[in-house]
């Protein structure tokens, strides 16, 4: 695989700005850009809250894992991975397997603000969303953190973090394209040593 055609996978809470940055920075490369919230509801026929209230959180959880192993292009791609995808055991090592991952990054304070415009988020949907943002960013700061580079966003202008992403894809794609060829030229010396 060639670097210039590595999957950019960005990560990180709700409110983040992945969504925004995602389509921005695939312009730039001339990527296609999925938002796994969008696909998920245009192969569902529904809204995300509808899909929670109808089915519950954990088949959601099910459609973002079927939606990571098998149902999205691995090149030239970016994907906006919904908040809660990359916490879910072994989500991360399978979004790394396809490409470089980003994790954008923002206070509880951005956060809340730039939620609280929005209604379309089921687990904020609560009586105090402060709270329920606090308790779900620590469980899950563990799990972002590790999951690859880090950049932060508040007060940033958009083109500052644009640029921050595409420095780190550029340098992250090409060591995965490297290690991809490792890979490949390693695999048939173990697949024969297996047998
Ligand atoms: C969720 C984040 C949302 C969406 C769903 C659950 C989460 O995506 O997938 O409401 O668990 O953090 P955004 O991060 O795009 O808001």
Redesign the pocket.
Known sequence: MKAEDVNLYLVG???TG??TVGRAVAQRVGFACI???HEIERRKGKE?PAIFAELGEPA?RGMEREFIEGGHSTTRTVV?C????VVQPGMLARLKAHGVVVCLHASVETILARTSRQKN???LNVEDPEARIRK?FAEREPIYRSSGSVILTDGRPMNDIIAHVLRVWRRESGEFARSAEGRAVGAPVASGGAK
Not at 82 to 85: R, T
Request: glycine residues 22%; proline residues 5%.
């Open positions: 809470f709700m409110g992945k969504s938002d796994s919230d995300i959601f906006a919904g908040g809660g995808l988020r089921p687990l779900l």
